[in-house]
């Protein structure tokens, strides 16, 4: 689901920035909420 996400961006940096949050926020937050 997360690759999903991710892939709706074709910016390389606008991917980079993405991963960054899910890497550091996955435990705490809850990513689908904050994309969607």
């Known amino acids: 689901m997360i690759n999903l996400l991710i892939s709706k961006y074709?910016?390389?940096a606008m991917n980079l920035a993405i991963e960054e949050?899910?890497?550091y926020h996955y435990q705490t937050k809850?990513?689908?909420v904050f994309f969607w």
Do not use: A, F, G, K
């Open 10 to 12: 074709h910016d390389p």
């Open 21 to 23: 949050y899910l890497t």
């Open 30 to 32: 809850d990513p689908i």
